[in-house]
């Protein structure tokens, strides 16, 4: 039986325009889900400010991560002051406090499922816990030799994914851990390294850098290592928007070997571009792309991209960038392009700028963590003493159904404000309305409907 709302393959178009319709995910027969967001969304636009935590700063300091359990039944903090601190999100109550979780500044946790979890710290370890026996850690793991900065995991192989301000990002085996460590191997090294994200099909590594480069591993496998020269390399340029590529289609690519990234990266020559490693009917793997992304604003001047996150469907990254010279913040948004080159010689380019806005400037020097919806509609992002709820339009729609052709500015739905310090870091909850921010004098505060 044909559904009324969706014009079908008679439609104008014709059969193929019917069909990315469908997967885009555009007709109300494909995603009935869609309406369910729809109303989460609505609840979003009136949520307050439900419940503060007070935490003395004297014990654990600034909050620097947010995380939840996968099934919301845990809310995870991450301190300056070597602690890790839990809590029930829907009654506000204080659970345990992992009063030593580290010996220096704890920076991330991670869920590796709905008991384990893992944290990263400035003492150089990453940590992995079960929340049915918090009083000792089930093991430390050993072998980054700076700050360890963020967590990812890929559910399908189970192997951990750790990064640092060392320039590595390495690879532990979890299903071969034991109370000594896990067995792991150095996956990939840059310099000025920031961040390191997996898409959620674990598809595409994405690395930022202080220097303003953002590297991304294309068909990812992780299960091999990655030295100097043994990946192919895409040649890249500076992201443009829609108008920026009629004009300048005709120019040559960026050149990838910067002073920032040629003794890391290798040579980048032609011959490494046609390097014989693709698959058969595929893109090569771990080919890497390297690109500058367009920053209002910040088209003459460096930036540094101090955040960066991931659409919980994959279809664009979130980053937060500063100036190299800190008077200037922003939040942007860019679609991934898929698809090979139009001509082996032209460059990638992957991502394509289509919503940004500026941001407070204020906490210069600390990095701001900023995230999507479960859903991917609306974007919390730390300004000033509060956070801003951020849509891509006034009625919070899909990214895919308000794609615009030249970069728009996000639309602010609504701010939030109970903090008395900057807010460093923020997060929404995986299966409720409601929204968890954290700040520099280390208060908590949680944000959901009011009736």
């Not at 995986?430 to 968890?436: E, L, S, V």
């Amino acid at each position: 039986q044909s559904d009324p709302a969706d014009p079908g393959p008679g439609a104008p178009g014709g059969l193929f325009a019917w069909l990315r319709r469908r997967c885009l995910g555009r007709g109300a027969a494909v995603d009935p889900a869609r309406d369910t967001f729809g109303a989460m969304t609505g609840l979003y636009g009136a949520i307050q400010p439900a419940d503060s935590v007070s935490l003395s700063t004297r014990t654990h300091g600034a909050v620097f991560n947010l995380e939840y359990s996968p099934d919301g039944s845990v809310l995870t903090v991450a301190c300056e002051q070597t602690e890790v601190l839990l809590f029930d999100p829907i009654s506000s109550k204080h659970i345990k406090t992992l009063s030593e979780a580290h010996e220096d500044c704890v920076n991330n946790i991670r869920f590796l499922d709905n008991r384990l979890f893992a944290t990263c710290s400035d003492d150089t370890t990453i940590a992995l816990w079960d929340l049915r026996k918090l009083n000792t850690k089930v093991c430390t793991l050993h072998g980054h030799t700076s700050w360890v900065k963020n967590i990812e995991y890929d559910t399908n192989t189970r192997l951990l994914v750790t990064s640092g301000f060392d320039g590595n990002v390495i690879i532990w085996d979890t299903n071969r851990c034991t109370e000594d460590g896990c067995p792991h191997k150095k996956f990939f090294h840059t310099r000025f390294l920031m961040r390191m994200r997996l898409t959620p099909d674990c598809s595409k590594m994405l690395i930022s850098t202080s220097s303003g480069y953002l590297l991304i591993l294309h068909d990812l496998d992780l299960n091999k290592s990655l030295e100097v020269g043994s990946y192919p390399i895409l040649r890249a340029r500076r992201t443009t928007s829609s108008s920026d590529i009629t004009s300048s289609g005709s120019s040559g690519p960026r050149a990838v070997g910067s002073p920032c990234h040629q003794n890391n990266l290798g040579p980048l020559s032609e011959k490494t571009l046609s390097r014989p490693s693709q698959r058969e009917g595929g893109s090569p793997r771990n080919s890497l792309e390297v690109l500058t992304p367009e920053v209002p604003g910040e088209r003459d001047r460096g930036n540094c991209i101090t955040s960066l996150q991931l659409h919980p469907k994959g279809w664009a990254t979130l980053l937060r960038c500063s100036s190299n010279t800190d008077d200037q913040e922003w939040t942007c948004v860019y679609e991934f392009q898929e698809g090979a080159p139009v001509r082996p010689v032209s460059p990638r380019c992957s991502l394509r700028l289509t919503h940004c806005i500026e941001e407070a400037n204020v906490g210069r020097g600390y990095i701001k963590e900023l995230c999507f919806s479960p859903d991917g509609r609306m974007i919390s992002s730390p300004h000033g003493f509060g956070i801003r709820l951020l849509g891509f339009d006034a009625h919070c729609s899909e990214l895919v159904d308000c794609l615009p052709r030249e970069a728009s500015p996000l639309r602010e739905i609504r701010s939030l404000y109970s903090h008395n310090d900057v807010v460093l870091t923020t997060k929404f909850s995986p299966t409720h309305c409601q929204i968890a921010s954290g700040c520099l004098s280390g208060r908590v505060s949680l944000y959901q409907p009011k009736f």
